[in-house]
């Protein structure tokens, strides 16, 4: 089986491709790069899984026969905020904004307030949509909570400033393996490997 990434963030094709090759499973995982490159979506829906179908389909439409595209919306929900940044995640401090640029205006947002109102967390909507226009949504969260300084070198977007339940240090302090132990889009793709396994191993 051959799986497109819709996806130009490289820390999103990093985490996607660690993950789908842990699994061992004959998928073969390409960039879209090697398809002529993702298409400019404008991402305007009001949730995870609008937005990921739309990347989904835009470049299923530029794919081989028989062969998928696998497109993530993320981001993070802060409950104190009303579920915000959410879908904006990304642009949460302005259109062209930077992930620190965003996770500063999140820790302006958030000063001085006590942990118990720090709660957050990740959402990962997967969409897998073949050339032929099948589709299948696959989702994953992790809770935790927002810390008030950013702490750690790894991984990107809110990483540096997301404790998840139950640990001491934010993703940014743990290896990729950890994070893709308990993260959302980990969890997401745990749904996918698994409906993935049941469907390859009913065609054999
Ligand atoms: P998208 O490209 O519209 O899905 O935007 C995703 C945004 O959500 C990213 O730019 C990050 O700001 C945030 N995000 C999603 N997943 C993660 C993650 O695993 N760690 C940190 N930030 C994330």
Known sequence: MKLYLATGNAHKVKELQEIIAAAKLPIEVFSAK?????????EDQETFTGNALKKGLALAQQLPEGTWALADDSGLCVDCLDGAPGVYSARYAGEKATDTENLN???HEMEGLPLEQRSASFQCHLAMVSSSGDEQIFIGQCEGHIIEEACGEGGFGYDPVFVPQGKEKTF?????????GLSHRGNALKEMIEFLRNALSAKK
């Open 34 to 42: 090697e398809v002529g490159g993702m298409p400019e979506v404008v």
């Open 105 to 107: 205006k999140l820790l």
């Open 172 to 180: 940014a302090e743990i290896s990729s393996e950890e994070k893709a």
